[in-house]
């Protein structure tokens, strides 16, 4: 007959057999049914929700402000401070307080920036036109902020302001179940189809 194997060599078998199995079950197959879900339920939220222009090039992301380049024909962003600027490996905030010198002559500085920029009193300029979200990834911009570029955006195409102004209402969001956040503008989806207005 076997000598039976000691206790604590039985332990460890035991906990190596557990072991294996919540490294089969949770490092592989739970990871395979959640990316299989993904997958076939919210593909495009997996994949990083990627905006594609006319032609079926990514250009974007809907989840993630990018710059353009004070290009006059186009609505601009809210500031970014991930990086150097919408970069989603190095997302985060200014981390200067309200009391910070610096962080009130650059906002000052960007305020008169954008208000000669935009042809607007410095008075107009609302504040997500100079501060940059928490995360400096923000793909949004308050509807005020996008009211103060549509002259500009619509002297720089040669079109009518009123052609801009219903383009901003058509991209223009509510607030997410009627009482999340604030109302808010796509400036991706509005430059592209400000691209196809002229």
């Known amino acids: 007959m076997a000598k039976p194997l000691p206790t604590s060599v039985r332990n460890h078998l035991t ?15 739970y990871p395979l049914v959640i990316t299989g879900i993904s ?3 919210f593909s495009s939220q997996a994949n990083g929700s990627m905006v594609k222009n006319t032609k079926g090039q990514v250009v974007g992301s809907s989840l993630i402000g990018q710059d353009f380049g004070n290009n006059p024909k186009y609505l601009q962003s809210r500031p970014s401070a991930a990086g150097k600027g919408y970069d ?10 309200t009391n910070d010198a610096g962080l009130a002559a650059t906002y000052t500085a960007l305020k008169a920036q954008i ?4 042809g607007v009193p410095e008075s107009a300029v609302p504040a997500d036109a100079v501060t940059s979200s928490g995360s400096g990834l923000d793909p949004d911009i308050s509807p005020a902020y996008a009211a103060i570029q549509v002259n500009r ?21 509510d607030r997410t179940l009627g009482f999340l956040g ?16 002229g």
């Open 15 to 29: 906990g190596l057999r557990i072991l294996l199995l919540f490294t089969v079950l949770c490092g592989l197959l």
């Open 39 to 41: 997958q076939t339920a």
């Open 88 to 97: 989603p490996t190095a997302s985060g905030a200014t981390n200067k307080g």
């Open 115 to 118: 208000a000669k920029f935009d």
């Open 153 to 173: 955006v619509a002297k720089a195409r040669g079109v009518s302001a009123s052609q801009v102004e219903a383009l901003v209402k058509k991209y223009t969001q």
């Open 182 to 197: 604030e109302p808010r503008v796509d400036v991706l989806q509005l430059n592209l189809a400000l691209n196809q207005l």
